[in-house]
């Protein structure tokens, strides 16, 4: 029993880490929807544990509510218990939402680049290093800044995500969508298209590398090659 649930408990906590893990944030936007995630998980936990006692009590303590009515039972539990969990939550995802938009932020420095998918590829186009080639699966960024995503299509609807860096954006065609990430440390980070667009999309993956500012300077001054 014991090694069933630490086997058990091994393989949930084995999914909140790795290179694609949103639980396992990297930098500040990630940290910010991680930590929605947690309070929402909060929330319906405790609505859970709620449910889960009246239900117990139900079932070992014959003729428990059987006092109030039905209509009384309707409105605390369907009404008066949920909504003020519901817009508690709903508000908090709104606020921390707001502060992941581009703009939001203390107006400092950002670094631009448009990551423009195809079927099955991310070309990174890196928007302040004029003549600079850009990048195929492969995203150089400086780390220790806010990223600029300006996530474009060529074809269908993708979607570039880099779950420990920060949040989804759409890649339409003919429209330019921006969200902003950042890598509080150099090292390497997945990425993934995260809006099903066609066969290939299961491989759609790409590298987001993240280096030190000198290092990312002499990297981006000779063209990001290796
Ligand atoms: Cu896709």
Known sequence: MFHAVTAGALMVLGGCSGSYSALD????HAQTIAQLWWVMLGGAAVLFVLVMV??????????????????????????????????????YALFQGERLLPGRDDGGPVYRIEAHARQWQWEFRYLD?????????????????????????????????VPRLGGKIDATPGHAARIRIEADQAGQYGGVCAEYCGTGH????????????ADFRALADRGFAP
């Open 202 to 213: 299961s491989g759609m993956r790409f590298r987001v590398e993240a280096h030190e500012g």
């Open 129 to 161: 290093e004029p003549g600079t080639p850009s990048t195929l699966d492969v995203l150089h960024i400086p780390a220790g800044l806010p990223v600029e995503v300006v996530a474009t299509s060529a074809d269908v609807i993708h979607s570039f995500w």
């Open 54 to 91: 009246l239900f117990v009590l139900t079932l070992f303590r014959p003729g428990f509510g059987s006092g109030v009515s039905p209509r009384v039972w309707i409105v605390a539990g369907g009404l008066l218990m949920p909504i003020p969990v519901l817009v508690a939550l709903t508000f």
């Open 25 to 28: 944030p990297a930098g500040p």
